[in-house]
């Protein structure tokens, strides 16, 4: 599974990124984290505001910081 | 460019009909001349439609979804209510244009343009 996380490198990217592993190792799933901070790839996958988060490029959130347990039903196979 | 949330205030999307007729152009050209006043960011009514997610994401976390149609056949309301999203909805020939017969020139634009700035502020 690979998760994706969209934005410019601010606070809340990092924020964002450090929920999602944690939410991954507490599920025990493997997860190849990527960090997308280029704005045209941004774009393209039609985000209008970061952060964002995607799953196999299914891009689930925009424009806020999911906590853990947010993004471990997202990995879970939740909304 | 993509908005970073880390910055203040609001995001406002704006959605265009874009359809064949002088209205769904009139349309188009509003939205593009709400861009250039920083009313909000203009992005794709037809990625919409088509379920794409990080189209579907942005509207869900904006502050409003502004739906321009041209036309009582109004499909970018319909495609917003299809996909459950919130919006403001305003349509062309609602404001004093005729489908099939107004020209559109760019005083009119301005004109509608700034009909539609307000109606996002009511």
Same mark, same amino acid.
């Given at each position: ?15 964002? @990124?450090?929920?999602?592993? @944690?939410?991954? /190792? ?46 471990? /039903? ?6 | 460019?993509? *908005? ?98 107004? *020209? ?19």
């Amino acid at each position: 599974m690979k998760v994706q996380i969209l934005g410019m490198g601010c606070p809340k990217c990092k924020l964002l @990124e450090q929920n999602a592993r @944690e939410a991954a /190792r507490e599920l025990g799933i493997d997860v190849e984290i990527e960090k997308v901070a280029d704005s045209d790839t941004i774009m393209e996958m039609g985000v209008m505001m970061t952060p964002a988060l995607a799953i196999d490029g299914n891009v689930k959130s925009a424009g806020k910081v999911l906590t853990k347990d947010q993004v471990a /039903r997202i990995l879970k196979g939740g909304k | 460019m993509a *908005e970073c949330s880390c910055g203040s205030g609001e995001t406002n999307l704006l959605f265009a009909c874009s359809g064949a007729a002088n209205t769904g152009f009139l349309a188009d050209q509003v939205m593009r001349t709400l861009v250039r006043r920083k009313c909000g960011k203009g992005t794709c009514l037809s990625a919409i439609g088509a379920d794409l997610s990080g189209y579907l994401a942005s509207a869900r976390a904006s502050t409003r979804n502004l739906v321009i149609d041209g036309c009582p056949v109004a499909c970018g309301k319909k495609i917003f209510e299809g996909k459950g999203l919130p919006f403001v909805h305003v349509v062309m020939t609602e404001l004093g244009v005729e489908k099939g017969t107004t *020209e559109i020139t760019g005083d009119l634009i301005e004109e509608i343009a700034d009909k539609v700035a307000a109606a996002m502020k009511a």
